[in-house]
């Protein structure tokens, strides 16, 4: 099942891997200047981005730590990750394949492990926090930024039933645009991960990514068949779902919905 979803993973995203270079949700999001001050990294530092996809994380942290390793299971991403690190003259970063669950190097080899909008795309996340958990040093730090699924804040007055229905509804919407789609859980169950895996929580924030519809489903070369029934799923799909998505029209007539996205810093305490 995993070697499937590695596969697919390989086979959309090397497809995508120039759109993604030049997104504006990935290359400048709200989010990627906000996790680098959370992070605070340090000079010192040796680093890693999981699943760097283009290398905006990579190339944002690079200048900021003595080291960085940008690495993806995707070949076509690494190509794109080395194209901007050469563009900035940044130096100090390395490409290297790999998959979130299985790092390719010992035991507390980094003061960093960091991983944006990527984690929705792996097979187990557990899997994921541990093998971040393994190659980092005592003390050292991770930083995650990812799309969540909604929770009891988000969908107030929904009961628990519903808000479990909300989540699927939310991850079956995503998997139907990018079939290499894992699942995106509530912000809570990354918090649960985090703590049960040796981690202590030292940042923890949520914000909205406001996206146009037209360019969400045109990053992955979606058939018509599936933009229509996407939209139709945004404007009149499940009750719940809409109030987390809030699709709305702009004057244009274009679609718009927002997205919830989560920060978390974690420390390793042992």
Same mark, same amino acid.
């Given at each position: 099942?995993?070697?499937?979803?590695?596969? #697919?993973?390989?086979?959309?995203?090397? @497809?995508? &891997? !120039?759109?993604?270079?030049?997104?504006?949700?990935?290359?400048?999001? +709200? $989010?990627?200047?906000?996790?680098?001050?959370?992070?605070?990294?340090?000079?010192?530092?040796?680093?890693?981005?999981?699943?760097?996809?283009?290398?905006?994380?990579?190339?944002?942290?690079?200048?900021?730590?003595?080291?960085?390793?940008?690495?993806?299971?995707?070949?076509?991403?690494?190509?794109?990750?080395?194209?901007?690190?050469?563009?900035?003259?940044?130096?100090?970063?390395?490409?290297?394949?790999?998959?979130?669950?299985?790092?390719?190097?010992?035991?507390? #080899?980094?003061?960093?492990?960091?991983? @944006?909008? &990527? !984690?929705?795309?792996?097979?187990?996340?557990?899997?994921?926090?541990? +093998? $971040?958990?393994?190659?980092?040093?005592?003390?050292?730090?991770?930083?995650?930024?990812?799309?969540?699924?909604?929770?009891?804040?988000?969908?107030?007055?929904?009961?628990?039933?519903?808000?479990?229905?909300?989540?699927?509804?939310?991850?079956?919407?995503?998997?139907?645009?990018?079939?290499?789609?894992?699942?995106?859980?509530?912000?809570?169950?990354?918090?649960?991960?985090?703590?049960?895996?040796?981690?202590?929580?030292?940042?923890?924030?949520?914000?909205?990514?406001?996206?146009?519809?037209?360019?969400?489903?045109?990053?992955?070369?979606?058939?018509?068949?599936?933009?229509?029934?996407?939209?139709?799923?945004?404007?009149?799909?499940?009750?719940?779902?809409?109030?987390?998505?809030?699709?709305?029209?702009?004057?244009?007539?274009?679609?718009?919905?927002?997205?919830?996205?989560?920060?978390?810093?974690?420390?390793?305490?042992?």
């Amino acid at each position: 099942m995993a070697d499937d979803a590695t596969a #697919s993973v390989q086979s959309q995203f090397g @497809r995508a &891997a !120039a759109d993604y270079a030049t997104s504006s949700v990935h290359a400048q999001g +709200e $989010s990627l200047a906000r996790i680098v001050e959370l992070t605070a990294p340090q000079k010192t530092w040796a680093a890693i981005d999981v699943a760097t996809g283009a290398g905006h994380t990579a190339a944002i942290f690079a200048p900021r730590v003595a080291s960085m390793i940008a690495s993806d299971i995707t070949d076509e991403m690494l190509l794109e990750a080395a194209k901007l690190a050469n563009a900035r003259r940044i130096a100090n970063i390395m490409t290297v394949p790999a998959a979130a669950d299985a790092l390719p190097f010992p035991d507390e #080899s980094f003061d960093l492990v960091c991983c @944006r909008l &990527a !984690a929705h795309h792996f097979p187990d996340l557990r899997a994921f926090v541990r +093998e $971040s958990c393994r190659v980092l040093k005592k003390g050292g730090r991770f930083a995650l930024v990812d799309n969540v699924a909604p929770d009891a804040a988000r969908i107030p007055g929904a009961s628990e039933t519903e808000i479990t229905a909300c989540v699927a509804d939310y991850n079956s919407l995503e998997k139907l645009r990018d079939p290499s789609h894992g699942f995106a859980p509530p912000p809570e169950v990354w918090i649960d991960l985090l703590t049960s895996n040796g981690f202590k929580i030292a940042a923890h924030e949520q914000m909205e990514k406001e996206l146009d519809f037209a360019s969400w489903v045109a990053r992955m070369r979606c058939a018509p068949d599936v933009v229509a029934e996407l939209e139709r799923i945004l404007t009149a799909g499940p009750a719940h779902l809409r109030t987390f998505l809030k699709p709305r029209r702009d004057d244009k007539g274009a679609l718009h919905f927002t997205l919830q996205e989560l920060l978390l810093v974690a420390d390793k305490q042992s």
